[in-house]
């Protein structure tokens, strides 16, 4: 278990619909890693805090994402209007506190766009 | 998005036979990753590659940084039923505001029969 929770695990919504996602490291390291990744593929980077800042955006991450850490702790990723091509696994990734950099996953949200 | 070239795509084996898989890159990375991914979860860490040459063992997992820094391989030893899933290499960079981005293989996914 790596303390890395993500609410909720799965989301089944319609297209043009907004949806939220959710993660909660347990250790408070200053970095957060968001990650997409689609069937049959490995994860792909979208987006990386640090601290509250958010300092590199994947071309992947359209003007519909929108990504927040408001305390340096907890993060949410938001996509507004789903599409169909929206339909993936999101993963949170932070290093464990004191550690190096090595990243450990939450267990994803699962997205389905209908 | 770039992803680095990961072989084989899949693996059917026998119980108790040894695997190897690799990754290569036409990219240096600082550090080599193996995650190990099962359906609906998110990637669960296995081994940490932090220099260059490294050999590290963990258990019947032993993997190695390759000398050039663009490759890595992952071995498994006498396989076991519950060793099924999906295995995925991922190369880290370091410096600028891409500080521990992930860059995924797309993944080997491992079949042992009993």
């Known amino acids: 278990d790596t303390g890395v929770s993500q609410n909720p695990r799965h989301k089944i919504t319609k297209r043009g619909q907004n949806v939220t996602f959710r993660c909660d490291p347990i250790?408070?390291?200053?970095?957060l890693y968001w990650y997409r990744q689609t069937l049959g593929q490995g994860p792909e980077f979208l987006t990386y805090?640090?601290?509250?800042?958010?300092?590199?955006k994947s071309r992947l991450l359209s003007d519909r994402f929108s990504a927040e850490r408001p305390k340096g702790s907890f993060s949410t990723l938001e996509i507004q209007r789903t599409e169909q091509g929206d339909s993936a696994m999101y993963l949170c990734?932070?290093?464990?506190?004191?550690?190096?950099?090595?990243?450990?996953f939450g267990p994803g949200t699962r997205l389905t766009v209908l | 998005g770039q992803q680095l070239n990961q072989s084989p795509q899949s693996m059917f084996i026998q119980e108790g036979e040894d695997v190897s898989m690799n990754c290569t890159s036409s990219?240096?990375?600082?550090?080599w990753l193996w995650y190990k991914q099962e359906p609906g979860e998110g990637p669960v860490l296995l081994i940490a590659?932090?220099?260059?040459?490294e050999l590290t063992s963990n258990g019947r997992l032993t993997a190695q940084f390759g000398i050039t820094r663009k490759d890595s391989f992952l071995n498994i030893s006498a396989s076991i039923p519950s060793d099924v899933g999906i295995y995925f290499c991922?190369?880290?960079?370091?410096?600028?505001?891409?500080?521990?981005?992930?860059?995924f293989g797309q993944g080997t996914i491992l079949t042992v029969h009993p």
């Open positions: 990734a932070t290093p464990l506190e004191g550690s190096t950099d090595t990243q450990y």
């Open positions: 250790s408070e390291h200053n970095r």
């Open positions: 805090f640090q601290n509250e800042a958010q300092l590199e």
């Open positions: 990219s240096i990375f600082n550090t």
């Open positions: 590659l932090y220099k260059a040459g």
């Open positions: 991922a190369g880290q960079d370091a410096g600028g505001t891409s500080y521990g981005k992930l860059t």
